[in-house]
């Protein structure tokens, strides 16, 4: 592929690999989803193949967006690791969020919102896959109590919720920060790009 | 067949618009289930399953009367037999015929997702739409009477439909015409809670002092109703719910959470929208591209570095 003269790794294939078919499995969870949640958006489930399907396929890609989430905490847990630094760079949340990184903590690999977005989902997920399974008609309907599954049918639509947010974050991230998106489609950022986003990385590359 | 006349629904599930109302004289029916005068002879059972054509798989003996021993996706109602040991040491044999009891405020209708796969037409029948049904089991999490089974074969919910082709074209539900001892009635709800009235009364001379109609007021009433000669505690009858209503898990889960996960959602993406407006994006600077460069020692002038785009 075409890479700008000086551009700096940021994502080997396998990680874009994986995070990409995290990806299009949590938006297809997202879709089949919500279409099971509320009815203004049960007509998504035309995209599924109607009802049925989408009630079939759904927990089938919950399992894969799983097994592929768990391929992303091995590659990234370590690198997600909460540091003071982080600490003090949300505390500049404020000059963060309108663009002026002026007197802000240098930041490492990945900075606090990456993280808050890594382990939000690292604790979503399981929740959602345990809950799911409780749910599961066709295979787990007979294994637990009816007010478990009550309970675990509330947790899940709240988890999802929740994930979905934090998606939605994750995503306008990676549209305002400029590069960010390459960085997960071709793997590589200018160095100005690491410079200005995180520049204690670059120092250590 | 719930479709056969939909200007009768007064509700259909994951349905946010008003369903059509055109007939609002008609009359809600009920069923009267006279545990008192039932003989436990099945007869409703197998017109059950002779009207709405149903056969289950032959089963195991479990241990007692109950046969087969649960609902199920062929069972749409089922005798339950309970041996009870009254206050005078006497045995009481309990016989309730278990089924649908069509909630005035059905959970199973409120926890449904699939738009018109349960409806409750305006004479109280609550009806399910197996074309519509998508097999995910919700009714389930709804009902507070653990009554709608999913069929492993086709994932569509079953159970009683109160016989509403029948009740559709003036005749009375299966089971009712086929009840050798009139322990079974149907009528109109009012009807049947005069009847039920004249039946505890009798019951009542007759030393069951607690005798009294089972219509729980927790989902607004019911159309399948008991008379019972201890309604001061329906757990007797094989775990008939004391207070039924649809549990606070489903509450909030088809009430408040709905609301406020859209709105939630759709404040997150406005907030993404604004920011982009207002702050717009985040680009490193062309002084950002020299240092960075410059730190990689990468700061020589374009042209020198032939080799290109490897990483360090």
Known sequence: ?205 | MPDLQSQDYIRRSASTLTPPRARRHEQEVAKLIDVSRCIGCKACQSACMEWNNLRGEVGHFEGSYDNPSDLDPNTWTLMRFTEYENDKGDLEWLIRKDGCMHCEDPGCLKACPAPGAIVQLANGIVDFDSEACIGCGYCIKGCPFDIPRVSKTDHKSYKCTLCSDRVGVGLEPACVKACPTGAIMFGSKTDMTAWAGERIEDLKSRGFEHAGLYDPQGVGGTHVMYVLHHADKPSLYAGLPDNPRISLMVELWKGALKPLAVAGLVFAALAGFAHSIVAGPNEPTPEDEARGRRLLGKDEPPGDDVSGGGAP
């Open chain 1, 1 to 205: 592929m075409t890479r700008s003269e000086g551009s700096v790794t940021r994502y080997a294939t396998v990680t874009r690999l994986n995070h990409w078919l995290t990806a299009i499995c949590f938006v297809l969870l997202t879709l089949s989803g919500l279409s099971m949640f509320h009815p203004i958006f049960f007509w998504l489930s035309n995209l599924f193949g109607g009802g049925q399907w989408t009630r079939a396929v759904h927990p089938w890609i919950g399992i894969v967006l799983v097994a592929s989430y768990a391929g992303l905490v091995v590659q990234f847990w370590r690198e997600n690791l909460w540091t003071a630094d982080d600490t003090a760079w949300l505390r500049k949340i404020d000059r963060i969020i309108v663009n002026d990184e002026e007197g802000v903590p240098e930041v490492g690999r990945f900075n606090a919102g990456q993280k808050g977005v890594f382990w939000a989902m690292a604790l979503l997920l399981p929740a959602l896959l345990l809950t799911g399974l409780v749910i599961w008609e066709v295979y787990f309907g007979a294994l637990t109590p009816i007010p478990v599954q009550r309970l675990a049918v509330l947790i899940h639509s709240l988890a999802a919720i929740a994930a979905i947010i934090v998606w939605i974050i994750h995503v306008y991230a990676g549209i305002w920060i400029r590069g960010s998106m390459r960085a997960m489609t071709e793997g590589h950022v200018t160095p100005g790009w690491a410079w200005r986003h995180h520049r204690k990385w670059l120092r250590q590359l």
